[in-house]
């Protein structure tokens, strides 16, 4: 009679818990002394599975198509990057516009651009739609792409950092996030494996938060702009949706996308950060603050 192996298994994600969290876009990364060796897309997958006995460690994937086998001897660390959103939540301006909202680390970020014209107080943000008059302005403000309102239903609203500043844009609860709320986003994406090559240095987020959508084409890996069905697994949805600068022109729709920060650099000039389709980074830019940039919310 053969001696029986010393088996065990131990069910790591069981099928209900992975199909209700499991992005189109999520992935498993295994490491090997801070060296990326294998990656895994988690689409379809029903449960994972840790397989050990007296010779071989192995984790297995298993997906309607079938089991996928992966030896882990050596591998010290396992990253699963998720895109995890609270299931139905959303959060209501004064307005009743219905936002997304998201979950990244410690973080509940709206999930869409803010489209109010409204203070959260109920006061009407003014509309500027001339050129010279809105490079004049020094008081709040916001203008929709073009002028048009059917941009501002796919991009949501321009706003001047003077309408930032002052603390009532955002709903109730929320507010424009700082600089350094910005940057708590960037370290947790970047330590959470959502650069574009899975590595967990160096800023390379811009996929991971990039809509897949809507975007210009580039041919270098990592852009934004090559092969865009692979972008936003962080679920970020950041949209291409231009902006108003020198001049009071509009431009940049398709190119690029820009977000306010509530942190003056200097005087005259605000902090926000900026995505391009040529890009693979999430860059920190100072503006005019008369420019017109779109904004996101984060939940106090």
Same mark, same amino acid.
């Given at each position: +009679? =053969?001696?029986?192996?010393?088996? =065990?298994? !131990? $069910?790591?994600?069981?099928? !209900?818990?992975?199909?209700? $969290? $499991?992005?189109?876009?999520?992935?498993?990364? $295994?490491?090997?002394?801070?060296?990326?060796?294998? *990656?895994?897309?988690?689409?379809?997958?029903?449960?994972?599975?840790?397989?050990?006995?007296? *010779?071989?460690?192995?984790?297995?994937? /298993?997906?309607?198509?079938?089991?996928?086998?992966? &030896?882990?001897?050596?591998?010290?660390?396992?990253?699963?990057?998720?895109?995890?959103?609270?299931?139905?939540?959303?959060?209501?301006?004064?307005?009743?516009?219905?936002?997304?909202?998201?979950?990244?680390?410690?973080?509940?970020? +709206?999930?869409?651009?803010?489209?109010?014209?409204?203070?959260? #107080? @109920?006061?009407?943000?003014?509309?500027?739609?001339?050129?010279?008059?809105?490079?004049?302005?020094?008081?709040? &403000?916001?203008?929709?792409?073009?002028? *048009?309102?059917?941009?501002?239903?796919?991009? @949501?609203?321009?706003?001047?950092?003077?309408?930032?500043?002052? @603390? *009532?844009?955002?709903?109730?609860?929320?507010?424009?996030?700082?600089?350094?709320?910005?940057?708590?986003?960037?370290?947790?994406?970047?330590?959470?494996?959502?650069?574009?090559? @899975?590595?967990?240095?160096?800023?390379?987020?811009?996929?991971? +938060? &990039?809509?897949?959508?809507?975007?210009?084409?580039?041919?270098?890996?990592?852009?934004?702009?090559?092969?865009?069905?692979?972008?936003?697994?962080?679920?970020?949805?950041?949209?291409?949706?231009?902006?108003?600068?020198?001049?009071?022109?509009?431009? /940049?729709?398709?190119?690029?996308?820009?977000?306010?920060?509530?942190?003056? /650099?200097?005087?005259? !000039?605000?902090?926000?950060?900026?995505?391009?389709?040529?890009?693979?980074?999430?860059?920190? #830019?100072?503006?005019?603050?008369?420019?017109?940039?779109?904004?996101?919310? !984060?939940?106090?």
């Amino acid at each position: +009679m =053969k001696n029986k192996r010393n088996t =065990k298994y !131990l $069910l790591l994600l069981p099928a !209900l818990a992975v199909a209700s $969290l $499991l992005q189109a876009q999520d992935t498993l990364y $295994l490491y090997k002394q801070s060296q990326l060796v294998n *990656k895994h897309a988690l689409a379809q997958t029903d449960s994972i599975t840790y397989y050990q006995d007296s *010779k071989h460690d192995s984790l297995y994937l /298993f997906k309607s198509t079938g089991a996928v086998h992966q &030896a882990i001897a050596g591998i010290d660390t396992l990253r699963f990057t998720n895109t995890i959103s609270q299931s139905g939540a959303t959060v209501t301006d004064v307005e009743g516009n219905k936002y997304e909202t998201l979950i990244l680390g410690t973080q509940t970020w +709206m999930a869409a651009n803010l489209n109010a014209t409204k203070y959260n #107080d @109920g006061t009407t943000i003014p509309n500027v739609t001339d050129a010279t008059a809105w490079v004049c302005l020094t008081t709040g &403000a916001y203008c929709n792409y073009n002028n *048009k309102e059917s941009n501002a239903t796919t991009y @949501g609203r321009l706003y001047n950092w003077y309408a930032v500043n002052t @603390g *009532k844009l955002c709903p109730t609860g929320w507010h424009v996030p700082s600089d350094a709320e910005w940057t708590t986003l960037e370290t947790y994406l970047i330590a959470n494996g959502y650069n574009y090559d @899975g590595s967990i240095t160096g800023n390379k987020i811009a996929k991971s +938060m &990039a809509s897949t959508t809507g975007w210009n084409s580039s041919t270098n890996e990592g852009e934004i702009g090559n092969n865009p069905s692979t972008n936003n697994s962080s679920g970020f949805t950041a949209l291409p949706g231009g902006s108003r600068v020198s001049g009071g022109t509009f431009g /940049f729709v398709g190119y690029g996308g820009n977000w306010w920060s509530s942190t003056e /650099f200097s005087t005259s !000039l605000a902090d926000g950060r900026t995505l391009f389709y040529y890009g693979d980074s999430l860059d920190d #830019d100072g503006s005019d603050e008369f420019s017109g940039f779109s904004v996101r919310c !984060l939940r106090n």
